[in-house]
């Protein structure tokens, strides 16, 4: 096939999830002329599995995201039909928020986003080959129809689709998820250029008729009262709504029989699945096999959307044959009579080595290629999506000849998350969890802003007048905190009855204003009438004063670790450094290190075998260069 | 790693009688220094010039452990180029120990080995090619620290710190499972329980930290193999050598019979005996010599006693240990030729023909001879040919220091429910606890969390 069409362009991003979103919008929004592709118009931004945005630390990496300048956290402040902040009586680190979405509002705001967007083209077409020089710089892309379209970096958003297989029982298609068309030809492509396939599987429960549920034999939940947004730009006051609600049901001994009564009928159980899944969102009959003494599981049923009767069965996804779908659904209070709108299915795709990448999200052996998002091997929307915004802009600092963006593990979810994929080889698809991160008191969802927006700021993606705002709330909540430790106060009559009055114990010597938030049965709020010279100060900036105040002993115990952290980080590895020129290496070391090429002695540190004294060796060596 | 923490160590070999030095370096070095020592005028060491001695005496809280002699050194000239304190005491192995435990209980932590070096390297106080001929020390020291560490614990111990790890991953995992998936598994009421299980775990360390502190742990001395082939004498040496008068014998709880363990106290130097159980039962060393146990005890050994029976000429037997010899011990090797009362058919030229190494004569039964052992053995020793297992120590403080930073966290996790402090914080303390134990049975870290979570509890979406 000849070419016909040709175009030149900077960016070209390959597929339109959520992190081809982020991508696309990252390198327009800088200026470099973007061209995204999708298989499928219709499908940008879907959300083929799960209906929510956020969840325990899905939310903070949402957050961080909308700090950095990303879109997904300003779009489902747009779309939400439910909010809720997970872990609210837990420490201020786990407080995480997550959001339902109308999911075909979801779609359709974020394409609405795009198509106004400057510099951003948006065709449907499948990329089916990578084009470079013989020195692996990328020159373009081309598609299956033979357009070739020359460019100088490539983002691989390509999600599920790459070879994609949808699968429940012995029924199987090469379809992308929804049953759109999948990626067939890219993966042969990615092979010629020496990048190594993986697949990995993941399932999605089936979607039900509303009215075909028995709402009153399950548990209503609801949102919060107070909807807190997920952007720093968004006014709360101009997303307080009427919500939709959740509903609560488990599964029984019925079900569960009826599972494993047909479990040599699950293609997972049969070998006719080959793809490796993730142990943390497992399907039904995973629980039921791997957890067999507990007697019932839960089942979120959760609306798709306003305006559609179809709602999700979290917490079932399945790839058992329809009849059996059927048959162990109606097992469930509530869903006796359930109709289902589309089957339970597992899917199998091809997604990439991300231990090939570097922190920049860049191949280390393709100039200009970078990947983001479910390809990487990771699993979520949340996570997509930041790696898309990573892979969007260092993609563009290195068109406009700029440091790449990389954040460490201590300044962000967004960095724990991209350092666990390039530097621990993980067997299953990766999902962020606040226990990844060790700094997590720090890497709050509430102070994201604090945390990014001069980063974002300085990537061009924060307006002048958004950081001027923050490094406003940053003064005030300093200055609060000054003020409230030096303000000391006595025993008081007045003290001793407000103490008295709040359980308190009697103060026996002089305390300050800060010394009494730490006090657990005390907070900011409640020493008020106390504190006589107290301003008022905007609600974001008390909830940092009282966090930090409160909390103050370990923040400080992480920041000292971070301290430490840091010096192993800011020790960087050159690019052309020999490994076998470092005498002492182990074997096992000297290979691990050559194959991973980490960037600094902190990374190494985290490759598995690589030991201290490997370290100690790869140190010495460093000084001695110099 | 790369850390500037205080680090301290015994800088002197460990059984050299007389004067022990421990050495801390780092920016606290001369804070903690001042938290154990007590000057002649109650100076404070803080105010001292450098390169300056200091005459005083060594204090744990009220009680006096030492008199010594403390030299401050400011940074940079010093051996780290970091502030370096020398605490010179004068009480023996044990007391130096003592001491260095004091140190850490201060504010310092136990060094690694060759940590001074590598921070004298890394602050570009030595050049590379010293520098790496540490590194292999390093390297060496680390992998057989490690299995040392692992080796010298006593089986019922370690199985005890599994035991505590295991309740301690699974509990933090049930909270971050809680934390990552609200919706499925709920935290409420399960700080009551945890807290029950904290104050167990307390005790629990507690009592490891006693039966460190009476030794109960691992043994330390020069570890020494008794060879020959039957009838060479091996038991009567033993006996002459376990003599009551001088004789400790310690029957070390936990182990079993056939790796029975014994020290003989000879002036002073504590040979372990390793292996006796055979020689006593069956005198059938020779034959266990194929065996790969007992080779490899005496291929590792600090000290190899190989007994020949001079009335009778060289056989098989001793032909296959003086080829073990050759191929290369780890140790020093003494031969005793026994039976002196009797004609000699094989004399000391004949065994310097295969082996290049001191040859006593001995008559077991008459006791003779012994005394010339002695006087070799402690010659050896003062000399530095023969020396303790260091490591041994070493790994004993490190241990301790160990078990009470995991102590410490624990007791921070009590005071974090006391104070009701939400779960996720409750978990850094609870953690730190875990890493702390990890290390003394040589277990890291990596990816313990994560694997619980996910084996352990139904994590839903």
């Known amino acids: 096939m000849g070419n016909y069409l040709e175009e030149n362009y900077d960016v070209v991003i390959v597929g339109a999830g959520h992190a081809g979103c982020e991508a696309a919008l990252a390198c327009a929004r800088l200026g470099l002329e973007t061209i995204m592709f999708t298989v499928s118009v219709e499908s940008i931004a879907l959300m083929p599995c799960n209906p929510n945005i956020g969840g325990s630390s899905k939310g903070h990496l949402v957050r961080e995201l909308d700090a950095l300048g990303g879109e997904m956290g300003k779009n489902i402040d747009k779309t939400f039909i439910q909010s809720k902040m997970l872990n609210s009586s837990k420490g ?507 960037r600094s002695i902190g990374q190494a540190s985290r490759i598995s075998g690589v030991s201290p004294a490997d370290i100690t060796v790869l140190l010495v060596y460093l000084e001695s260069r110099r | 790693m790369e850390s500037r923490e205080t680090i301290a160590a015994i800088a002197t070999g460990m059984g050299n009688a007389g004067i022990g030095i421990v050495r801390i370096s780092g920016d606290d070095a001369v804070a903690v220094a001042d938290r154990v020592f007590k000057g002649k005028n109650n100076k404070k060491l803080t105010n001292s010039r450098s390169h300056m001695a200091h005459y005083g005496h060594i204090y744990d809280g009220e009680e006096l452990i030492d008199e010594a002699l403390v030299l401050v050194m400011k940074a940079p000239n010093t051996y780290t180029r970091e502030d370096v304190v020398e605490i010179d005491c004068h009480g023996g192995a044990y007391v130096t120990r003592r001491i260095l435990e004091l140190v850490l209980k201060n504010g310092a932590r136990a060094a690694e080995p060759g940590e001074f070096t590598k921070r004298a390297f890394l602050n570009g106080r030595i050049d590379l090619a010293q520098a790496e001929a540490v590194i292999d020390v390093i390297n060496a020291k680390n992998n057989y620290a490690l299995k040392s560490s692992v080796s010298m614990l006593n089986g019922k111990l370690s199985t005890e710190i599994k035991k505590i790890r295991e309740e301690l991953i699974y509990n933090i995992a049930f909270i971050e499972a809680a934390l990552d998936d609200p919706e499925h598994i709920s935290l409420d009421n399960f700080v009551d329980k945890l807290d029950n299980f904290v104050d167990k775990w307390i005790n629990a360390v507690d009592k490891l930290l006693t039966s460190v502190d009476n030794g109960k742990i691992f043994t330390e001395g020069v570890r020494t193999v008794i060879l020959g082939k039957p009838n060479a004498g091996k038991s009567s040496l033993l006996n002459t050598l376990l003599g009551e008068e001088r004789a400790i014998v310690t029957d070390i709880a936990g182990t079993t019979r056939d790796t029975l363990e014994e020290q003989i106290n000879v002036h002073g130097i504590i040979l372990k005996l390793i292996d006796t159980a055979g020689i006593r039962q069956t005198e059938d060393i020779v034959e266990k010599l194929g065996v790969d146990k007992s080779r490899r005890f005496a291929k590792d050994a600090d000290l190899i006693i190989y007994v020949v029976d001079s009335s009778t000429e060289l056989d098989d037997n001793d032909m296959d240990i003086i080829s073990m010899i050759n191929e290369g011990v780890a140790g020093k090797v003494i031969v005793l030729l026994n039976k002196s009362d009797l004609a000699a058919r094989t004399t000391e030229n004949d065994i310097k023909s295969y082996i290049d190494c001191p040859v006593i004569n001995i008559s077991a039964k008459e006791q003779e001879g012994i005394d010339e052992l002695e006087k070799k053995l402690e010659e050896m020793f003062l000399g530095g040919e023969l020396s303790y297992n260091d490591e041994i120590m070493i790994t004993r403080a490190r241990q301790k220091d160990a078990l009470r930073r995991a102590k410490e966290s624990l007791e921070l996790v009590k005071d974090g429910i006391a104070m009701a402090v939400p779960e996720d914080l409750l978990t850094i303390d609870l953690m730190n606890g875990y890493e702390e134990l990890g290390k003394i049975i040589g277990e890291s870290v990596e990816e313990d969390l994560v694997n619980e979570i996910f084996s352990k509890f139904c994590m839903g979406k």
Request: charged fraction near 30%; proline fraction near 4%.
């Open chain 1, 92 to 598: 201020p680190a786990v407080h995480s928020l997550r959001a339902q979405a109308d999911k075909s509002e979801y779609s359709r705001q974020m394409r609405r986003t795009l198509e106004n967007t400057e510099h951003l083209t948006i065709r449907q077409a499948e990329v089916a080959d990578i084009l470079t020089d013989e020195d692996k710089n990328i020159t373009g892309v081309k598609t299956f129809s033979g357009a070739v379209y020359h460019c100088r970096a490539v983002v691989l958003c390509t999600g599920t689709y790459l070879k994609a297989r949808c699968i429940y029982g012995d029924v199987s298609s090469y379809t992308g998820p929804n049953g759109l068309q999948a990626a067939n030809h890219l993966t042969d492509a990615l092979k010629r250029l020496g990048i190594e396939i993986r697949r990995f599987k993941t399932g999605t429960p089936a979607r039900v008729d509303r009215r075909s549920i028995d709402f009153s034999k399950m548990e209503e939940q609801f949102g919060d009262k107070r909807i807190v947004p997920f952007s720093f730009t968004t006014n709360p006051e101009d997303i307080q709504k009427e919500q939709v609600s959740c509903y609560l049901t488990y599964t029984n001994e019925k079900t569960h029989k009826i599972i494993r009564d047909n479990l040599d009928r699950s293609p997972l159980y049969s070998g006719k699945i080959e793809g490796t899944g993730p142990r943390y969102c497992p399907s039904i009959e995973d629980k039921v096999v791997r957890f067999a003494d507990k007697d019932r599981h839960q089942v979120f049923v959760e609306p798709e959307g306003n305006y559609t009767n179809e709602m999700y069965l979290g917490g079932m996804s399945s790839s058992l044959p329809e009849d059996v779908q059927y048959a162990m659904y109606r097992t469930v209070p509530g869903l006796e009579n359930v109709k289902i709108v589309r089957n339970a299915y597992a899917i199998e795709y091809d997604c990439i080595n991300p231990v090939e990448l570097k922190a920049s999200l860049e191949f280390k052996n393709v100039h200009g290629l970078f990947s983001g998002g479910q390809i990487n091997g990771s699993s979520g929307y949340e996570e997509a999506a930041v790696q898309g915004l990573i892979a969007g802009i260092n993609a563009a600092m290195k068109l406009l000849g700029r440091e790449p963006l990389i954040l460490d593990r201590s300044e962000a979810y967004i960095g724990v998350l991209i350092d666990d994929l390039v530097t621990k080889e993980s067997s299953e698809p990766y999902r962020m969890m606040t226990s990844r991160a060790e700094y997590r008191l720090l890497l709050r969802q509430d102070n994201a802003d604090l945390r990014l927006s001069a980063k974002g700021h300085e990537i061009g993606l924060i307006s002048d007048e958004r950081y001027a705002k923050v490094e406003e709330k940053r003064k005030e909540i300093d200055a609060e905190i000054k003020r409230l430790s030096s303000v000391m106060i006595g025993g008081t009559s007045e003290v001793t009855e407000f103490l008295a009055r709040h359980n308190s114990t009697a103060l026996n010597n002089g305390v300050s204003l800060a010394d009494l938030i730490k006090r657990p049965e005390l907070d900011y709020e409640a020493i008020a009438e106390l504190d006589k010279d107290r301003k008022p100060l905007p609600w974001d900036v008390i909830e940092q004063v009282n966090i930090n105040i409160k909390y103050q002993g370990y923040i400080e115990r992480e920041l000292r670790q971070v301290e430490h952290f840091k010096k192993l980080e800011k020790k960087l590895i050159p690019e052309d450094i020999d490994y076998d020129e470092v005498g002492s290496l182990r074997l096992e070391a000297r290979q691990k290190l050559k194959n991973f090429k980490p």
